[in-house]
């Protein structure tokens, strides 16, 4: 796993927010792992992050399914939080300024905030 | 077969139907707003399988289980998902129970319906090939 640099063009042009991009290559997937309810083959990409932690020898297939159902559970709490934001604007369009702020209002979000360089020593950790 | 950097993010398609279901109707996202949900489901992803491994290191064992998933869920204040994680478990369980009978009674008559293969749904042909390699209830994702 590599601990590759971030180039600076890979950096979103925001003011906020650890949205780095991911240039590591992720090393080869053995084997079948059976598919989340997604219909589609890159439910591997799910494995991939699983596999990405250096700490994680193994994950059961229970286990992956439930991480791919809550990541599902995630994406619909983010979205709702953050439309109360657009609403706010009187927006039917949900913006990026209305994720900003939903992840600096909410407090299980904290994890998503903080600089790009500490965005960057996740990733490089994780990755 | 290598992973494509990009692969690193779930897939689109989803993430998109799930915010759409999450939205009221008329709603629309902007590009940016969704890649940025994008981002942050990995980031979760990353978080919470790092914090469920932690589980599974205490409890000494290698393997990740669903339990882990569901303490790791616990630490990171996201207990509103417990609940439903759970029932989503009970259902998995059942369902691969009644794949794994389905493809006892399969078997059985296997040399007979060969060309049957050709219908079957891809999750099938993909339960098929795990069940071939591992016969083990757990299986394990190698790093």
């Known amino acids: 796993l590599c601990r590759g640099e971030f180039p600076a063009q890979a950096m979103p042009a925001v003011s906020r927010g650890p949205w780095p991009d991911t240039n590591c290559h992720v090393p080869a997937l053995r084997t079948s792992v059976p598919l989340p309810p997604w219909e589609d083959a890159p ?9 990405a932690d250096p700490d994680v020898s193994l994950a059961s297939q229970e ?24 609403q706010q604007g009187k927006r039917k369009t949900l ?4 994720l900003d ?13 903080g600089e790009f360089l500490l965005g960057l020593v996740w990733f490089q950790y994780f990755v | ?44 992803v990353l978080y919470a399988t790092s914090c ?14 669903a339990g882990d998933v ?3 869920m616990e630490e990171m204040e996201f207990q509103r998902f417990v609940a439903p994680l ?39 042909d993909d339960d098929e090939r795990m069940e071939e390699e591992e016969p083990n209830e757990e299986e394990e994702v190698d790093n």
């Open chain 2, 1 to 44: 077969m290598a992973e494509r950097p990009e692969d690193l993010n779930l897939p689109n398609a989803v993430i998109t139907r799930i915010i759409k279901e999450a939205l009221p109707d008329g709603v629309n996202i902007s590009k940016e707003a969704r890649s940025a949900i994008s981002r942050a489901a990995s980031v979760f």
């Open chain 2, 70 to 72: 569901l303490s790791a």
């Open chain 2, 52 to 65: 469920a491994n932690n589980f599974a290191m205490k409890g000494k064992r290698k393997t990740l289980n």
């Open chain 1, 63 to 86: 286990a992956v399914y439930i991480l791919a159902r809550a990541a599902e559970l995630f994406v619909e709490t983010i979205a709702k939080d953050a439309y109360v934001y657009a």
């Open chain 2, 86 to 124: 759970k029932e989503s478990l009970e259902v998995y369980r059942r369902e691969q129970k009644g794949k794994k009978e389905a493809r006892k009674d399969k078997d059985k008559k296997a040399d007979s319906e060969e060309q049957d293969k050709s219908r079957e749904e891809e999750n099938d």
């Open chain 1, 43 to 51: 439910a591997r990409a799910l494995v991939a992050l699983v596999k």
């Open chain 1, 101 to 113: 702020n939903a992840i600096e209002a909410i407090d299980e979000f904290a994890f998503l905030e």
């Open chain 1, 95 to 98: 913006q990026r300024k209305d």
